[in-house]
């Protein structure tokens, strides 16, 4: 292994102004605004009953995997928890797929089998949507293994967030990341709250990308609310993985303004503190002005984006609710790749 | 006096081994901590040091001998003041002397475990319905070769298959069943991990995501319950939960249940855990030509496997079929020995009860069927429920739990399906319902054995 120190780095090395073309901007504000609409109308489809169970919302998180994905390149994998809706529509997945696996349906990307938690796309390298708290975390680090097995220079995107931070497969895996140099960024998403347990009263850790040091995987705290902060910390930890250098961590300080899932009051915060944090550190407000304040586009110019976004929500709600409920056959069905399940 | 110094145990499991070199020569004087020979056990290469101090009189055991039964003299150690005119006097008398429980030793000596009440083998080491053609060849091999013989025909076979684990390279396996494949096939494919099972079980299920074809060791299935939600949740689960866009192509495998003297927490058998969680297959085999033929079909499945083996079945020897691509298929249970009275079923080290048992019933008059079920899911119900209907009585064994046993499971699925053509209930012989005790007598009482085997049957048959 190529002599590297075993400190990791400090906090975002870029100290010159991010900056990025009017196309980026506008397709980062397209991006993160799709995810909003997307879990805004999915909130209301919960509301009407049309969505049952578990449904964890993105909404304030956008800029963390709009950035990433700005970062990754074709064949890239990337696998996530249970707060997975942003992700998949981040990569490419089909809003009407996930919204029609949201209300149960058959052309939902799991055939409804799966729910709000647990979606694949094997087309965009997407690896799910995982209901145990840490335990895509090893998981994210064996799909690294399969492509530094495979000779290529792929990594893979690990997801996970501040609770999930706490558990100890997460540093089994550090451990063999770093042992066996696998090309994994293990991305933290810090947005404050496991669930109701506010960072603060679950560790005395002042960050938690600095646990990294022990295993000696450099990493860095990111600012989540600026998608092109989130970007550049991105390209480094992609650059790292690239060059055979091993995993790197982003801690991307972020914060979600909806509950834990739909059934969580959120009493354990102030209605004012969610209300400061959308009003001054919105990600989409933040692109927004650079748009207008650069003079990259007019009002009207980003009304017609927003226009666009809604029809195309707005399908694949219709989509997610004209779409037939599986076949009753499905129930016995993908159990075995190959073979039918015996009846036992 | 002359002391004699006698083969020893260097592991739970080990019955005999081999006395590979002799560090030291008669004549020679020895004090306690020296190393005195290089013993072969059946997985490793271990030092043997002298405890008392002498000079060596005779070495009653030459260097190279294979099979040397523990407890057997190998040298005798001469304290001062003596000659090796006294060795006559030894015999017997050495202060670590051979067994001096006459009963103990008779009891034991057939066993192929020095502590484990299981029987050995019986004479039949092949089943009467044998699935191989006409004038198949047959080699003898343990276990432990076979299923290291399936990794690596497979490793050849297929550039995505691994085997990673905690000793599995360097080491060349807790229990040697990974031998010589870090030569073969390098470290990019044979893998030691740290011991961490939670982490190593779950970056294997990724690897398989990944495409490859993993084979995550456990040093012992006991290890494995720190990686239960990976192989539940994540192997299991997540071809249904993908609607079936992708699974988890992957092989789970390790000794699983009692050893011999290892404890409570390294001697439970896991096949009623797994065999509930759909979505796993489930295998345990009995001999070394269905470990080998089960394993290699267990790498080349596109679901995930658990395939759980045993440490006293390890080195007992079978006949395995000496032809180029041996695979046995899942579902298939296999009938060791047909008969009308009863039918005795089993599978992975509880086929020694059933085959000792069905031997003895046999000099009675009593002709059981004795079934090897050899994979716990798929379960061959079919196999099963014919032979009830022709024997119309049922004995299961199992080493396992007796709550939600593998034992229950089939009497439900008997008395669904064969009621009307049982002439007594179905009894199911299994371990106790209690943590497995250290004591050798409580061990022993703590698994199912031959004559509760033999009683069930007498019960079942009324006579």
């Known amino acids: 292994m190529a002599a590297r120190s075993t400190t990791s780095r400090s906090k975002g090395s870029a100290k010159t102004p991010l900056s990025a073309t009017k196309d980026e901007l506008l397709q980062y504000y397209k991006d993160m605004l799709l995810i909003r609409r997307f879990e805004e109308k999915a909130g209301q489809l919960y509301g009407m009953g049309l969505i049952g169970g578990f449904c964890h919302l993105y909404i304030g998180q956008e800029a963390v995997v709009v950035g990433l994905e700005a970062a990754a390149k074709e064949g890239d994998k990337r696998i996530t928890t249970y707060r997975d809706h942003g992700h998949m529509l981040a990569c490419g997945m089909d809003p009407k797929g996930v919204m029609a696996e949201l209300t149960g349906r058959r052309d939902g990307y799991s055939k409804g ?79 404050q709250y496991a669930m109701g347990t506010s960072v603060k009263r679950a560790t005395k850790s002042k960050s938690l990308w600095e646990r990294g040091a022990a295993y000696g995987i450099p990493g860095e705290e990111v600012d989540g609310m600026d998608v092109l902060a989130v970007r550049e910390a991105g390209r ?69 984006v927003d226009k666009e976004i809604k029809e195309v929500i707005n399908e694949a709600a219709e989509f997610a609710r004209e779409s037939p409920e599986p076949d009753p056959d499905e129930l016995y069905t993908d159990i075995y790749a190959d073979v039918a399940p015996q009846d036992a | 006096m002359a002391t004699e110094v006698l083969m020893p145990a260097l592991s739970p499991t080990m019955e005999e081994g081999t006395l590979a070199k002799w560090l030291v020569k008669e004549g020679d004087t020895v004090s306690s901590g020296d190393i005195l020979a290089e013993i072969e056990t059946d997985k490793a290469t271990m030092e043997f040091e002298a405890v008392d101090e002498g000079t060596i009189g005779k070495i009653l055991i030459e260097e190279g001998t294979e099979g040397v039964k523990v407890n057997t003299p190998i040298a005798v150690l001469l304290e001062e003041g003596e000659s090796a005119d006294d060795i006559e006097d030894a015999s017997g008398k050495g202060s670590a002397a051979a067994p001096a429980d006459k009963e103990q030793s008779s009891e034991t000596a057939p066993s192929d475990s020095k502590d484990h009440p299981a029987p050995a083998k019986p004479k039949d080491s092949r089943p009467v319905e044998s699935e191989l053609p006409e004038g198949t060849k047959f080699k003898q091999q343990t276990v432990r070769e076979a299923l290291r013989d399936a990794m690596a025909e497979e490793m050849r076979r297929d550039g995505a298959v691994f085997v990673m684990g905690e000793e599995v390279a360097e080491y060349q396996g807790a229990y040697k069943i990974t031998q010589g494949l870090l030569d073969e096939f390098g470290d990019r494919r044979v893998i030691d991990t740290p011991i961490t099972e939670h982490g190593f079980a779950g970056l294997g299920v990724g690897a398989a995501f990944g495409g490859l074809r993993p084979i995550v060791e456990f040093m012992t299935f006991n290890f494995a319950m720190q990686a239960m939600d990976q192989i539940i949740n994540s192997a299991a689960k997540t071809l249904y939960m993908a609607g079936g866009q992708m699974g988890c192509p992957m092989v789970f495998r390790g000794p699983n249940g009692a050893a011999a003297r290892v404890g409570a927490q390294h001697s439970q058998d896991y096949a009623a855990w797994y065999s509930s969680v759909p979505g796993l297959k489930v295998v345990q085999p009995y001999s070394a030509a269905d470990a080998k033929g089960l394993l290699k079909t267990a790498i080349r499945d596109p679901n995930p496997v658990v395939f759980l083996e045993n440490e006293i079945l390890y080195g007992r020897t079978f ?27 089993s599978f992975g080290i509880g086929m020694t009860y059933a085959l000792e048992a069905a031997e003895k019933l046999a000099e009675d008059g009593i002709e059981a069927e004795v079934i090897d079920l050899r994979t716990l899911r798929p379960l061959d119900y079919d196999t099963l429920i014919e032979s009830v209907k022709k024997t119309n009585r049922c004995v299961t064994v199992e080493e396992g739990f007796p709550v939600c046993s593998i034992g229950n499971h089939l009497s439900a699925y008997i008395m669904q399906n064969a009621f009307d053509y049982l002439d007594a209930p179905v009894i199911n012989c299994t371990g106790k319902d209690v943590p497995m005790p250290y004591a050798a007598n409580l061990e022993k009482l703590a698994l199912t054995t031959t004559q509760e085997v033999l009683d069930a049957v007498h019960a079942v048959t009324y006579r």
């Open chain 1, 236 to 304: 480094r930890a992609v650059e790292n993985c690239r060059a055979g250098e091993g995993p790197y961590i982003l801690e991307v300080m972020t914060y979600r303004y909806r509950g834990h899932s739909m059934s969580d009051p959120a009493k354990y915060r102030t209605r004012d503190e969610v209300q400061k944090m959308r009003e001054e550190r919105d990600p989409i407000e933040q692109v927004r002005k650079r748009l207008l304040d650069g003079d990259h586009a007019s009002e009207d110019e980003l009304k017609a």
């Open chain 1, 113 to 191: 089998k799966g729910g709000s938690m647990h979606m694949f796309s094997k087309e965009k390298d997407f690896y799910g949507g995982h209901g145990i708290v840490g335990a895509n975390v090893p998981i994210g680090a064996g799909l690294a293994f399969s492509d530094k097995y495979n000779g290529t220079d792929n990594v893979t995107f690990t997801y996970f967030g501040d609770g999930a931070a706490n558990q100890g497969q997460v540093y089994e895996t550090y451990n063999m990341a770093e042992l066996w140099d696998l090309p994994v960024i293990f991305v933290i998403e810090n947005n």
């Open chain 2, 319 to 345: 006949d395995v079929p000496d032809i180029e691509d041996h695979t046995v298929p899942f579902g298939k249970a296999k009938i060791w020995r047909e008969g009308t009275d009863v039918t005795i079923v």
